[in-house]
Each structure stands twice: as C-alpha cells, then as structure tokens.
C-alpha cells in the first residue's frame, strides 16, 4: 500500500544533533497513524530533487529539518509543476519558514497538524540574478550585510556565527543601491534590504514584520543605520519592535528590482531562505497563491509570538518611507 506523506530530510544536520528529533517525529506520525515514506539527502540541494520526485509520483511533501530543507523542499515541489501539498516539521535553530505559514517550532504539534489534513493557499516569492541562479521561498530575500553574513557562514560551515557576524560588522561597508519598485524608487546608501514574503529570519528577527503571506506584495525594508547601532537594532528585531525606525525605509511591491549603483564596486550578495544566491543584481516576483501547504487553520506562531511578547508581530505604527 502506497503512504500518503514523503518526509525528506537530512540526517547528518547539525552534525546528526537531529536524529533525536527525527526519531522523535517518527514516533508522533505512527501514533496519529500517518501513513509515511522516509527519504533521506546524501548531498547538497539533494532535497530539492527528491522533493521534486516525490510530487511527481504523487506524494504530499513534509520537509523535516531546518530552514535550509525546508526550503529546498518548497523549491523542490513548486518547480516539479505538480501542485503537491508542501509541509514542515521544524527541527532547526531558525525555523522561520514554517513560522511564516503558521507552524510553531513544537515537533510534536507539526505532527498533529499534518494529521489534521488542512490547507491553504499561500504567497510565495520568486526571486533571480542576472547569472540566472533561481529559487522560490516562502520568507525572506536580503542583500547587503545579512546576506554577508549568510554567505561567509554557509562557507564555514556555519561554525561561529556571532564571530562571523562581528567580522562583518567591523568589515562591511555601506554601499550605493538602486532599487526599482512598482510604484517607487530608491537610491541611496543602505546596509541591507528585506524583501519579505513573511516576516522574520534568522530564527525569529522581523525586519519585514508587517509582511503577510495572503496579500500578494512583498515588504520591503530598506536599512540606512550606522554599524554600531545596527547591531544594537538586531536585537529588537526579535520582540518585534524595530518599527518604524527612522533608518528604516518601508515599501509594498509585487516586483522588486535591486542593482548596485556604481557597476565597477564589487556587489553585495543576495540569499533568500538563508540560501545564497550569488551578487547582484537580483529581480523578484511575489506570486500570489503560489503554492498550497499543510498548515493550521490558525496562525499558531503568531499566537505563541504574543503569548510571550503581549501582542503581534505585526502589530506597529504607520509605515516610513524616504
């Protein structure tokens, strides 16, 4: 008898620090009767082959593991032109890809809600350089020195994170960008800029918090703060109360176009999901009900989010643009 589920994930992640969880989502799947296949990635974006097959054989699809399977399993599914149900199990540090969709970082409750058979519709953003390197994802696309960060992190293997983000902190160097909206543009120096489908990376830091998965634009948050106070705003990010800030430039756009000003300055990286992409330029496209996943019925992130802090995320004055 054919299962109905595909879980695909990576059991060496964090150095197999996850084979507990796994084993332990395992067990939750067999007790609500789950009917399941279990396939795992030998190799780098090796989930987005399988997740590809996997739809195409006619499989809903469960990324389990962290934001980096999460993604390449939605990129996997959408790209397999299938329309296959996409879900989550969350098992990483971040988890915001599931999050942006509603699922808490609760393994067990994950399992319950793919037993409750429920989905929906949700945006997905679309984003491509001029090399041609494309990816879909559910979260967010940044440039400057997040994706920096990204960057010299995915290089090492993730070890040091703090470190690497000091590095970059003393090392980076604000830049000129143009960026081309639908209905406006900017031009000017920025550390970074957030293009968000949802609302948070970087396991919970919301700097397109307003951003939500139903109304077909990205948000776009355009950052001029100096390096100094810069570090200080990331940790505001995760109480949800960076904005509005005045260095902080708000935007709504189905397409978003972000080139360097001077051609001959070696460019900022882009990365969507925590994937890096490559320099830019980069175009992207937010896709109206792009993709159909296996969710609750209610946002249950963004109920935990103000259980603990006392109100939404999204909850925040008017918008700021230059």
């Keep these: 008898m054919k299962a109905d589920y595909a879980i695909i994930y990576n059991p060496i992640a964090k150095k197999g620090k996850t084979k507990k969880d796994l084993e332990f989502a395992f067990k939750c799947l067999d007790k609500l009767n789950i009917s399941y296949k279990l396939v795992e990635t030998e190799y780098d974006k090796h989930a987005i082959e399988l997740a590809q097959q996997m739809a195409k054989d006619g499989y809903r699809v469960i990324g389990a593991g962290g934001d ?16 296959a149900l996409c879900g989550f199990i969350p098992m990483g540090s971040g988890n915001d890809i599931p999050a942006a969709i509603g699922i808490k970082a609760d393994i ?9 058979d429920y989905s929906s519709k949700s945006d997905i953003g679309y984003a491509k350089t001029d090399e041609g ?7 967010i696309g940044s440039q400057g020195f997040d994706a920096e960060v990204a960057r010299r992190s995915n290089v090492k293997g993730g070890k040091n994170y703090n470190l690497i983000i000091f590095q970059c902190l003393f090392s ?8 081309k909206m639908d209905n406006d543009n900017y031009e000017n120096l920025a550390n970074l800029v957030a293009v968000g489908n949802g609302g948070a990376y970087g396991g919970g830091m919301y700097i397109c918090q307003r951003a939500k998965v139903d109304d077909g ?35 709504q756009s189905r397409k978003v176009r972000i080139e360097m000003k001077n051609v001959d300055e070696e460019p900022y990286f882009c990365q969507v999901d925590g994937e890096v992409l490559g320099p830019l330029p980069v175009t992207y496209e937010a896709i109206k009900d792009g ?32």
């Design 108 to 116: 067990k409750r994950a399992c319950e809600v793919i037993a409750e």
């Design 291 to 322: 993709q159909e996943f296996i969710r609750p019925k209610v946002d249950e992130h963004a109920e935990a989010f103000k259980e603990k802090y006392g109100k939404y995320f999204y909850e925040c004055e008017e918008r700021r643009t230059r």
């Design 172 to 179: 980076f160097k604000s830049k000129e960008i143009i960026v």
């Design 68 to 83: 980096g399977t999460a993604n390449q399993v939605l990129h996997g599914v959408v790209t397999s032109n299938t329309g």
């Design 133 to 139: 390197i494309d990816r879909y994802f559910l979260g």
């Design 217 to 251: 634009l990205f948000d776009i948050s355009i950052v001029d703060i100096s390096k100094l106070k810069l570090l200080i705003q990331f940790s505001k990010m995760y109480s949800g109360s960076l904005l509005p800030h005045p260095n902080v430039f708000e935007y």
